[in-house]
């Protein structure tokens, strides 16, 4: 399953409806024991993501998601889903066949396109990040968000969830292709996110790894302010 797959469409059956949307915008990364989903609803702004590890046993996917928000609400408790998967010329198909959503059993099938590349980086997997904050002049705003992060195949999904001042929870999401421009800079495309100013530009970052299993990554923007966050493998 290692691999990035955009998803094509989504077909979500109850036993009185069976509907399939075409217009959501769905990025799922698969490294060697992690996986991570991000989408975005074009028509409402709305976003969500997972993140967990997972296990392959002939055509059954088990995915257990460890962390996943939409919206106003997220969930740190472990998730468990079996997928029935099938290779398609594209991609492939997966089905889960009692999903329970809205009170009610739904099949919720999916259907993607590999869009990864062979392509290695020292980035590569999955990331939780343990530090992030904000730097102008002599002043440094510290954030207080939950974000994971994750690079595979060139293309790579980041999602938070962080509560503003009134205790409202909020999720965010992005996702594209990435490129490493040298050792210490990478660019990310961002072609999907809750941010209407990243959709469909390029992001450029200071990259300083530390070992193999943390990294930090710098945006400076034009008003002289700094974005500093700091990551950590997950293992």
Do not use: C
């Amino acid at each position: 399953m290692p691999g990035a797959y955009s998803m094509l469409s989504q077909s979500i059956k109850t036993s009185t409806t069976d509907t399939t949307y075409r217009s959501l915008k769905q990025l799922k990364i698969y490294t060697g024991e992690y996986m991570m989903y991000a989408n975005f609803n074009p028509q409402d702004s709305v976003s969500s993501f997972g993140i967990g590890s997972y296990s392959a046993d002939k055509d059954t996917v088990t995915e257990n998601i460890i962390y996943n928000a939409s919206d106003s609400i997220k969930n740190d408790s472990t998730i468990r889903f079996k997928l029935i998967i099938s290779k398609t010329d594209s991609g492939y198909k997966q089905i889960i066949p009692d999903m329970q959503a809205m009170s009610q059993k739904i099949t919720l099938t999916e259907e993607y396109k590999t869009v990864g590349t062979g392509t290695r980086t020292p980035l590569d997997g999955v990331w939780k990040e343990s530090k992030t904050f904000y730097v102008k002049g002599k002043d440094t705003t510290k954030y207080n968000t939950t974000q994971f992060k994750a690079y595979y195949g060139n293309h790579f999904i980041w999602g938070h969830t962080y509560s503003d001042s009134a205790k409202r929870n909020h999720t965010g999401i992005g996702f594209g292709k990435f490129e490493m421009m040298g050792t210490n800079k990478l660019k990310e495309s961002v072609s999907a996110s809750s941010y209407y100013q990243d959709r469909g530009h390029d992001i450029d970052i200071d990259l300083e790894m530390n070992g193999n299993d943390e990294f930090k990554q710098t945006i400076s923007y034009q008003n002289g302010g700094k974005a500093i966050e700091i990551y950590q493998r997950l293992k």
